[in-house]
């Protein structure tokens, strides 16, 4: 499907663009849940069943079977071919496209690839050093904080070893070039120009995923008083430290599911909530928000709590987020922890239940802002009252609902003692930025496709689900097992992707496969919320059920091979075709007849 334009391309447009607010540019959409819904563009309804979930990024009509990404959204609503939705959705997300020019080989990895490829070996490198003799001193500070072996696994933390060149040799001997481990910025130029060192030195190392669960970069603490305390990774390829929020991968289905995104602001913090059972937690890392972090988060929620230790670095940082917040439309609670804490620190000493109520009655939006704002100015004289007044003015022209903006200024001209009239006329100088829309077009009718089996459509459903699946099906199954060249086709991609070690999903499917059908297929299963009550049982009968079928094929194939050999009078062929086909209908006999459970149970 994408032709010219490399995967990771692909991806990031993907990744920048919010698919509801796309849609939305189009047909009016409502929330329900964790999705949106609409009455459908590509045919005639009068009760919504178009639904958009942006988690996934994928839209799906239960009336029509039209479905995808926001690529097929376009195309489809636009009446275009993929280069030129690629081309749109690029304009509006600010990537830059790659010129066309001559192709490597067919299959070659780009670039970007091997980059993330020497990520990940970065990251098997650090682990080993943590779990070795040398990892000795790490492995007591991490359980003097509390951090416990299985978080250590989980977020994948390692050890930067004390040599200038531990990494480099590694990355050499894995195979990487010297002009490709330049680009991961994992390594430092030496200052006479003869080669290379490593970044990250003698430091406890924190792993930075994207939200695909791709490591994408490194942060590396000290474990003295030696400075900088924290160092990151340079920006690269493939790491803009301001489209990341760290932790999202491990956090956004709980975020989903809980409607609502804790943002804390260390390492160490995000992983001192998650081991205690709170789970929907992303660090913004002590820097302030910016608008492409917001709108990534935007597809998981709406809502926002936001935990910062009470000192005024971190206030000042809680601050200056708050109005890009309030300009993507999000909800914003502020949790202010006693002096001297933070999230870790609280949590350790009052545990999960101390800190779920703190969540559970968050500052106002408003209060906060005026709190934090008198701290700065003072609460009494002319002059104080009109720099709050302007700031605060500057966040409720932020606010999109007018009641909620009105309730604002009434309170803000009671807290300050100023005629609120006086504040209504300084609030209209204050102009909202608005976002481009796309232009209507026409449209076009989606055509409809053959279901493949159920059992193959429960067994992709739960690969694209649960990427750990992929290795226990790909044990049992061999991609030509599958019944029909459309189910064989995804499955050969997934076991490919997952070779490559690129988490599986929806859009990385789109992306890979040009077939028929694909996008309609997928964001079927991914906005359906089939929920099997037994997954790993539900594996197990779905990949003996195909197996059954397969040999109840290879039968039916004996039977005409058998009397063709009788007809031949071909003795010899006759008695091996005989003796094949006793063995499968012993195994047959074995096979069990029907899945326990069917979709959506």
């Avoid at 979930?53 to 097929?72: D, L, M, Q, R, V």
Wanted: aromatic letters at 8%; one cysteine or more; charged letters at 30%.
């Amino acid at each position: 499907m994408g032709g010219f334009i490399p995967e990771n391309i692909l991806d990031e447009i993907l990744d920048k663009c919010d698919i509801a607010e796309v849609i939305s540019s189009y047909i009016p959409l409502k929330r329900a849940g964790r999705n949106y819904k609409a009455l459908c563009p590509f045919h005639h309804e009068k009760t919504p069943s178009f639904i958009v979930n942006p988690e996934k990024g994928i839209f799906h009509c239960f009336g029509c079977n039209a479905g995808g990404n926001a690529f097929s959204f376009i195309m489809k609503y636009e009446r275009i071919e993929f280069p030129e939705a690629v081309k749109m959705l690029a304009k509006k997300t600010g990537v830059v496209l790659p010129e066309r020019g001559p192709r490597g080989p067919a299959g070659a990895p780009s670039v970007t690839d091997d980059i993330y490829r020497a990520h990940e070996a970065a990251a098997s490198y650090f682990g080993g050093v943590l779990a070795s003799p040398a990892g000795g001193r790490a492995r007591e500070y991490l359980a003097k904080r509390g951090i416990k072996d299985e978080t250590v696994k989980e977020f994948r933390l390692g050890l930067a070893a004390a040599s200038w060149d531990g990494l480099l040799a590694r990355l050499r001997s894995a195979g990487f070039k010297a002009e490709l481990i330049a680009k991961t910025g994992l390594v430092i130029p030496r200052s006479d120009r003869s080669g290379h060192y490593d970044r990250f030195r003698n430091r406890l190392i924190f792993p930075i995923f994207n939200h695909r669960g791709r490591i994408i970069a490194f942060a590396g603490r000290v474990l003295d008083d030696s400075t900088p305390k924290y160092m990151n990774s340079p920006e690269t390829q493939i790491y803009n430290k301001g489209r990341t929020l760290f932790g999202l991968n491990f956090s956004k289905r709980e975020i989903g599911d809980k409607d609502a995104a804790v943002i804390v602001e260390g390492y160490t913090d995000l992983m001192a909530l998650s081991q205690n059972g709170i789970r929907n937690v992303i660090a913004s890392c002590g820097t302030a928000l910016t608008q492409d972090q917001i709108r990534l988060l935007r597809r998981y929620t709406r809502n926002v709590i936001m935990v910062y230790d009470s000192d005024q670095a971190g206030e000042m940082a809680t601050l200056r987020g708050l109005d890009l917040l309030l300009a993507e439309d999000m909800r914003v609670g502020i949790v202010r922890l006693p002096a001297g804490l933070d999230p870790d620190d609280f949590i350790r000493r009052h545990g999960a239940e101390g800190f779920n109520e703190l969540l559970a009655r968050p500052a106002g939006l408003l209060e906060y802002k005026l709190d934090l704002l008198r701290s700065v100015h003072g609460s009494k004289g002319a002059e104080a009252k009109t720099s709050i007044a302007g700031e605060m003015l500057r966040t409720i022209a932020k606010v999109n609902n007018a009641v909620l903006k009105s309730e604002y200024l009434k309170r803000l001209a009671e807290s300050l003692d100023v005629d609120e009239e006086g504040l209504r006329i300084e609030l209209a100088k204050f102009k909202k930025e608005r976002t481009p829309e796309y232009a209507s077009a026409g449209l076009l009718r989606a055509g409809d496709n053959a279901a493949p089996p159920e059992a193959e459509k429960i067994l992709i459903s739960l690969m694209m689900e649960d990427n750990g699946f992929i290795i226990s099906v790909r044990q049992k199954l061999a991609p030509r097992e599958f019944g029909s060249e459309f189910t064989r086709s995804i499955v050969e991609s997934i076991y490919k992707i997952n070779d490559e070690s690129r988490p599986v999903d929806c859009s990385a499917l789109m992306n890979r496969l040009n077939i028929d059908g694909l996008d309609n297929f997928l964001s079927e299963m991914a906005v359906a919320n089939s929920v099997l009550t037994d997954k790993r049982k539900n594996l197990e009968d779905c990949v003996l059920w195909i197996k059954r079928e397969n040999l109840k094929r290879d039968l039916s194939e004996l039977r005409g091979r058998i009397k063709s050999a009788q007809l031949a009078r071909d003795n010899g062929r006759l008695k091996d075709l005989v003796t094949r086909y006793g063995t499968l209908v012993k195994q047959l006999s074995g096979a069990p007849g029907h899945l326990t459970q069917g979709p959506g149970q």
